[in-house]
């Protein structure tokens, strides 16, 4: 008795074989789109950190206005006098280094973002409109930072503390 010969593949295998590799390339793309959403959240992230560094030196760098408590959720005012050979008093550039601070946050994170430095307890709640500093004695200042991640639609938000 001889066996039949095979000739091929059937169409059934053949359209299997297509929605398999079908979903295989489904799955990847949607893996590619989570990954650049996840990358954009980082970068956003990142840039959050520089900036939070970036006030907490402009912060040490001005002890007479850190001992003045001009640091406690300051007015971020222009002050001209700041840009002239004059200069400007420990609390004016306290107000201007805030100023340009959070220009400079708008510009890389987007012109819904903002932050502030104050003195709280408790870090990680407020807003951009209501920081919710609670001005507790012995606490740290903490930098407080929000914006909108334009991927993903959800805020973020970055919080460190300085101890000067």
């Not at 079908?22 to 893996?31: N, S, T, V, Y």
């Not at 987007?110 to 507790?136: E, F, K, R």
Request: aromatic share 6%; net charge neutral.
């Amino acid at each position: 008795m001889q066996r039949p010969r095979q000739r091929g593949f059937t169409l059934i295998e053949v359209l299997v074989a297509i929605l398999v590799l079908a979903f295989g390339l489904l799955a990847l793309a949607g893996l590619q789109l989570q990954m650049l959403r996840f990358s954009q959240s980082a970068t956003l992230r990142t840039i959050a950190t520089a900036e939070a560094a970036s006030l907490a030196d402009h912060v040490l760098s001005n002890r007479a206005g850190l001992a003045a408590n001009s640091y406690n959720l300051p007015v971020a005012t222009a002050k001209t006098a700041c840009m002239t050979t004059a200069g400007c008093s420990s609390a004016d550039l306290a107000s201007m280094g805030v100023y340009m601070w959070n220009q400079s946050v708008a510009e890389l994170l987007g012109q819904n973002a903002g932050g502030t430095i104050c003195i709280d307890s408790t870090p990680n709640d407020g807003t951009l409109a209501a920081p919710a500093c609670d001005n507790v004695a012995g606490a740290p200042y903490v930098i407080k930072i929000w914006w909108k991640d334009e991927r993903s639609g959800a805020v973020g938000q970055f919080v460190t503390s300085l101890q000067p």
